[in-house]
């Protein structure tokens, strides 16, 4: 099955409105990395996490290593948000290869 | 900081031509890494070198690929007689690699076509 499983695989947001995104793990990860994924097929890089939090901006992330989750939270979204979300985990078990979720393709319209 | 740099950024090739794909890293990162992204298998793993040694390479199919990084400036992913199923876009990725953990910075990509 799937080692990194992302949830929803996809969604519409209306703009100003926030949500949540999901990946559970059934790997034993020890670090989380969030990427979006922009129109021209680069993957800029949003967080890199240990068990934790972190906030930037409109974006919140934590990971759980206990519960094998992580969340992304976005507020206020805009436009400018829309595309495909991938998390991605080191496992414990692995060098330092990443293994992906199959990614959120998120839409925000007005 | 020019980031991650791939070359070419697209690349068409005819059914058992060879392809080589070229990745400079950012620079003073001691580890590369080499994924590949498609729409039915999505972002998949192929190899690690960290301080140019290879580490790992369970995710290169065994036949045709080949990947070397000669120096700490660039690596290469060699395609041998490629395949219609090699169709991809080919994603390098650096990063300092403290302790095996750390932020991976990833390149724009190599969209490759075989016809």
């Known amino acids: 099955g799937d080692k990194v499983k992302q949830s929803p695989s996809a969604l519409s947001l209306q703009e100003g409105t926030n949500s949540a995104l999901r990946c559970n793990f059934s790997i034993a990860a020890t670090t989380v990395q969030w990427f979006l994924q922009n129109p021209r097929g680069s993957l800029i890089n949003l967080f890199y996490l240990v068990p934790g939090t972190k906030e930037n901006g409109r974006l919140k992330s934590a990971f759980d290593s206990k519960e094998s989750y992580s969340t992304l939270h976005i507020r206020d979204a805009q436009l400018e948000d829309s595309g495909t979300y991938f998390c991605a985990a080191i496992a414990s078990s692995s060098f330092s290869k990443l293994v992906f979720g199959q990614g959120t393709s998120l839409s925000v319209v007005p | 900081n020019a980031g991650v740099i791939q070359t070419p950024r697209h690349k068409v090739t005819g059914k058992g031509q060879e392809a080589t794909l070229w990745c400079e890293p950012i620079s003073g990162h001691s580890a590369v890494f080499w994924y590949r992204q498609t729409i039915v298998q999505g972002l998949e793993f192929l190899t690690y070198f960290r301080n140019q040694a290879p580490i790992d390479d369970s995710g290169m199919p065994k036949e045709r690929f080949s990947a070397q990084m000669p120096n700490q400036s660039h690596s290469t992913l060699k395609i041998q007689s490629t395949q219609p199923q090699d169709s991809a876009v080919y994603l390098c990725?650096?990063?300092?690699?403290?302790?095996?953990?750390?932020?991976?910075?990833f390149g724009p990509g190599t969209r490759l076509l075989v016809l």
């Open positions: 990725a650096s990063s300092g690699d403290w302790g095996g953990q750390d932020t991976q910075y």
